[in-house]
């Protein structure tokens, strides 16, 4: 039995409205999670290549902050695949981070003394969560649309 068109029309405007509202819900779990986390001003000693294999590329980011204690400092290794050398550049999520400068970073809400260096307000922490959102706004005017054709043949 095949479904008509109205019904169809329907059945993309309810998921429209699903994936709507999944892709909101879903940014407040980051959105939350960076509420509750602190912020460290850190320097970047290095971020450069550290290694060098066949289709991939090892980025080593080096960072040091002042603390009560004394000096901190961490390193973070990131790998990218890529064919090559600029290409991993360009995909690097921390191309951004120059050498030499200071930037503020998030620290894991659980443990304090965790830099994460990569999460933030950006595409990379929301980008999942707001591309659903955004097909499900189009698959909701699409069965919209087809729902208000089928009104208007029937008129």
């Known amino acids: 039995m095949k479904p008509s068109r109205r019904v169809l029309g329907k059945m993309f405007t309810y998921l429209g409205l699903f994936l709507t509202g999944m892709g909101l819900i879903g940014v407040l779990g980051p959105y939350l999670e960076l509420q509750r986390s ?3 001003t ?19 980011l080096q960072l040091k902050w002042e603390r009560p204690e004394g000096e901190q400092r961490t390193t973070i290794t990131t790998v990218v695949r890529a064919k090559s050398e600029a290409e991993a550049r360009e995909s690097y999520r921390g191309k951004h981070l120059a050498a030499g400068q200071s930037y503020e970073f998030f620290t894991d809400p659980e443990n304090p003394e965790r830099i994460q260096p990569f999460k933030g307000y950006n595409p990379g922490t929301f980008g999942k969560f707001i591309a659903i959102a955004l097909a499900g706004v189009v698959v909701f005017f699409v069965g919209m649309t087809i729902v208000r054709g089928t ?5």
């Open 42 to 60: 850190a320097q970047v000693v290095s971020n450069d290549i550290a290694h060098r294999q066949t289709g991939a590329f090892g980025f080593r």
């Open 151 to 155: 009104n208007k043949e029937k008129r």
């Open 38 to 40: 602190n912020k460290i």
